[in-house]
């Protein structure tokens, strides 16, 4: 088992930016490929970034292409997201993934979210 556990998130203006940590326990972060998705009410969970966890490989969705940057520190067992020039389109819950394999909707272990609220 994998616990993760977000941090970070908060209120911001747009254009600003915002941090947020996923901390895993349980089992050796570094056997889990990691991403982020995030979710607004009425809506489908999004997926915004992911880092492989054998070759460090990262892709994005296209609308944080630029703008966000996803990485990982194996020695504190935790991933970060790097959000700047924040939009209010941006504004949602942000949830941390883990997965032996690939990172999509279906990953195996998922933390509880936080919140990210941008405004204009």
């Known amino acids: 088992q994998v616990q993760l556990v977000e941090s970070g998130g908060g209120l911001v203006q747009a254009g600003g930016s915002l941090r947020l940590s996923c901390t895993a326990s349980g089992r050796d972060f570094s056997n889990y490929s990691m991403g982020w998705f995030r979710q607004t009410p009425g809506k489908e969970r999004e997926f915004v970034a992911r880092i492989s966890r054998s070759t460090g490989d990262t892709s994005y969705a296209y609308s944080v292409k630029g703008r966000f940057t996803i990485s990982r520190d194996g020695a504190k067992n935790t991933g970060y997201l790097q959000m700047d020039s924040l939009k209010p389109e941006d504004t949602a819950v942000y949830y941390c993934?883990?997965?032996?394999?690939?990172?999509?909707?279906?990953?195996?272990?998922w933390g509880q979210g936080t919140q990210v609220t941008v405004s204009s």
């Open positions: 993934a883990a997965d032996p394999s690939v990172i999509t909707p279906w990953s195996k272990y």
